[in-house]
T-cell receptor, first 110, second 114 residues
């Protein structure tokens, strides 16, 4: 089993739709969780860290479910500019290891 | 100005050549990392450095070496480049004082080995 798993997609959604991605992780000791956005051939950019109680930043909401070992990202009112690959990243504090998922590709259609 | 910069941004070289990729940061972070990304794969860690005197191998260090010249600079070398080192290379930084250990990436170097 991979340490971090994501559905590769693509998720094709119309503008204005709500879309959600999940990411599962295997190491129960993991403490830090992140969603990054990566545009084609560009660097990953931090979208949001995922806090234990869940957190929201504008149209984006991240949730953590420790019992089932997954994190989720919800995007409301999708924009064309949201089209990108979304990377799930998991880290155990005090270690060097950031485990990257292979990403979920989102296409928002006009 | 970008907080994490990488040079060169693109490089085409031949098998057997020595190549150096450079990374600089103005974020004041103590930790720096080198990753490579291949199509359809997650980022793979090559080397990481928690401070100037601390350098460690990552998952795929064979064929690579690094130098941490200063807190702000971390270079990656390919001593004798081979075609399967063709990839997108990213430098990243993080701050050990940050409770959440967020990483920040440079713009990447696209390397092609012929």
């Amino acid at each position: 089993r991979k340490e971090v798993e994501q559905d590769p997609g693509p998720f094709n959604v119309p503008e204005g739709a709500t879309v959600a991605f999940n990411c599962t992780y295997s190491n129960s000791a993991s403490q830090s969780f992140f969603w990054y956005r990566q545009d084609c051939r560009k660097e990953p950019k931090l979208l949001m860290s995922v806090y234990s109680s869940g957190n929201e930043d504008g149209r984006f909401t991240a949730q953590l479910n420790r019992a089932s070992q997954y994190i989720s990202l919800l995007i409301r009112d999708s924009k064309l500019s949201d089209s990108a690959t979304y990377l799930c990243v998991v880290n155990t504090p005090g270690t060097y290891k950031y485990i990257f998922g292979t990403g979920t590709r989102l296409k928002v259609l006009a | 100005d970008a907080d994490v910069t990488q040079t060169p941004r693109n490089r085409i070289t031949k098998t057997g050549k020595r190549i150096m990729l450079e990374c600089s940061q103005t974020k004041g972070h103590d930790r720096m990392y080198w990753y490579r990304q291949d199509p359809g794969l997650g980022l793979q860690l090559i080397y990481y450095s928690f401070d100037v005197k601390d350098i460690n191998k990552g998952e795929i260090s064979d064929g690579y070496s690094v130098s941490r010249q200063a807190q702000a600079k971390f270079s990656l070398s390919l001593e004798s480049a081979i075609p399967n080192q063709t990839a997108l290379y990213f430098c990243a930084t993080s701050d050990s004082r940050d409770n959440y250990n967020e990483q920040f990436f440079g713009p990447g170097t696209r390397l092609t080995v012929l």
